[in-house]
């Protein structure tokens, strides 16, 4: 018989996050949403970087792949999600030295909330993930995984820790605020219960933030700066160009950052978001990005622990009550 394994993952626009859980094993991987398609490697893939192949073609995933290779469409049923869910199954496989042949793995991923209300589009993506029910052969690193996924649990971005913590959240309201890569997810919750008409979506990402982050270089200073520039720019704090740094620019950054939370805080008032008697937990990479200002506005709200690895702990835990693990 074979041993079942939960995997939970969190494929966004910016990271790719995933957690497996078995009997007596427990493995977590990140890294980058980039693939790039190549013909032959003939680098070193270093780790949070992986050379897969799938369908006859070669790809790099991971660090190694410029900035330039991000994708902003609004959809997840795209190769880059498909084979960077696969390679953070095969992964984790990797990192516990489980052979793929030996488990049954039941797999939670994610899907826009906007998506995750349309039946239609929660089957459709169901369908895209699971390859239609057909066996997948898949290369980790030179490695042959064959994947079969059935009864894939589709959960949506914006959960945050609510399932994680369920027996502290009875009796309470809770509104959660997803920052990530592309979008902004908001949805409230009664207990673990989510409201519906609460459950709704911004571009307001961290990704449309380095956009005015770069608009604001060119003008001010004068310099292009590439999608590779912006991601040391933001994580930095600061422009520096031949070596010299811009001091204006640290307090510009500063500014853009507080104008862009202000936009997600007024774009959830526009949703009939009044905060009013509410817990506030913001997760996601963006709000660990912005904790700062998040701090200084809601000086009572709660930025997880991890916020980045909030969902997939999450999406793990509706994964260990389905299945009793």
Known sequence: MKEPVLIAVDCGKYATKAILKSKDKHAITAFRTKIQEVEKVGIEVNPGSYEVSYNKKSYLVGDAVSESFSNFDLTKKIDLHKICIYTAITDLLRITNL?????????????????????????????????NGEPILFYLNGKPYYLYLKNV?????GIGIIYEEMEQMKGKYTAVVDIGGLNTTYCTFNGINPI????????LGINILKGKIGKLINERFGVAVTPSDLERILQNGYFSHAGQIYDESKELIEQMKAQH??????????RDYTFNNVSLDFVGGGAYMLSDIIQKEFPNARIVVNPQFANVKSFLKILEIKYGL
């Open 99 to 131: 052979q793929a042949e030996n488990v049954k793995i039941h797999l939670a991923i994610n899907i826009p909330i906007s998506a995750y209300k349309d039946a239609t589009s929660k089957q459709e993506y169901k369908n895209f993930i699971e390859d």
């Open 153 to 157: 649990v589709i959960a949506f971005e």
């Open 196 to 203: 519906f008409d609460s459950m709704t979506v911004s571009n």
């Open 261 to 270: 939370f202000r936009e997600i805080i007024e774009f959830a008032k526009s």
